[in-house]
């Protein structure tokens, strides 16, 4: 989760939210850097408890959601192979196969 958190609001999006600290006066950049803000970092937009909490709730939801998505995904495949199975059956009366 962290992982995700971290590459979905790194760059543009937190430093969208440095700019508007900045543009009321707080110096965002560190050390006098001319690009990066480091005052507004993904990490920081959240806590130990929030993700211990809310963070496994989400977590498990994905991975009951991948589970079903792997069910639905093998359920298919074997819907799939039956057919094409079924094309290289011979009945043993062909008349049978087409209901005659």
């Known amino acids: 989760m962290r992982t995700a958190i971290f590459k979905a609001w790194y760059g543009r999006r937190v430093n969208a939210i440095a700019a508007a600290i900045e543009k009321y006066g707080f110096d965002v ?4 850097a001319e690009r990066a803000q480091s005052l507004v970092l993904p990490q920081s937009l959240y806590t130990r408890e929030l993700e211990t909490t ?3 709730s989400v977590a498990d939801a994905q991975n009951t959601l991948g589970a079903a998505r792997l069910a ?3 359920a298919t ?3 799939d192979r039956e057919a094409v199975d079924s094309l290289w059956e011979y009945p043993s009366q062909p008349a049978a196969h087409f209901g005659c």
């Open 72 to 74: 639905v995904q093998r």
């Open 29 to 32: 950049r560190r050390a006098g």
């Open 77 to 79: 495949a074997a819907v």
């Open 54 to 56: 809310h963070f496994k």
